[in-house]
């Protein structure tokens, strides 16, 4: 059972996986929830999609006194130290981290992925859906502002206490 992680969730601004927005990460050690960050970030590319706005409400006015994602992430790394990161379809939150770290042309350090979206569709067949909402209230949590990532970031680890 995996006891010790840090839940991970993007927001983007466009259809570029190294445009975040946004991150919310939440750390669990001995399976309790010790510290959380969240952090706006500006994007880049620097603009912002109509759908993925509409999705997490997040504008170009919230983001462009953000820092840049370099800066962002040195913060983050001391809270990750060597803990396996988890996200709610790994795809999509792996691939923008990656993305980000090609961008500002650092190197990937190989974080431990692990997916909480794959587990929900092996161990939860019962569900309608897979999505973050669907799963977390079937686990017990109920997600409140949905898309912020924070949030979204507390519920996958609430999730992953409970199926990895």
């Not at 001995?30 to 997040?58: A, M």
């Not at 962002?72 to 996200?87: D, Q, S, T, Y």
């Not at 019962?126 to 949030?151: F, M, R, S």
């Amino acid at each position: 059972m995996l006891r010790d992680f840090a839940a991970i969730d993007f927001e983007t601004a466009n259809q570029q996986l190294s445009s975040v927005c946004s991150v919310g990460i939440v750390i669990v050690r001995n399976g309790i929830i010790t510290d959380r960050f969240y952090s706006l970030i500006q994007p880049e590319p620097n603009y912002y999609c109509y759908g993925n706005t509409t999705v997490h409400g997040l504008t170009a006015a919230d983001t462009d006194t953000a820092q840049v994602f370099s800066k962002v992430w040195k913060e983050i790394e001391p809270l990750l130290g060597n803990l396996p990161l988890v996200a709610h379809n790994k795809g999509f939150d792996e691939g923008c981290l990656k993305a980000a770290f090609k961008t500002y042309g650092m190197d990937y350090p190989d974080y431990r992925f692990y997916c909480t979206l794959a587990e929900s569709r092996r161990q939860l067949k019962h569900l309608p859906n897979h999505q973050l909402h669907t799963v977390a209230e079937d686990c017990g949590y109920i997600l409140v502002n949905h898309h912020h990532a924070l949030a979204d970031a507390e519920a996958c680890a609430e999730i992953a206490l409970q199926l990895l």
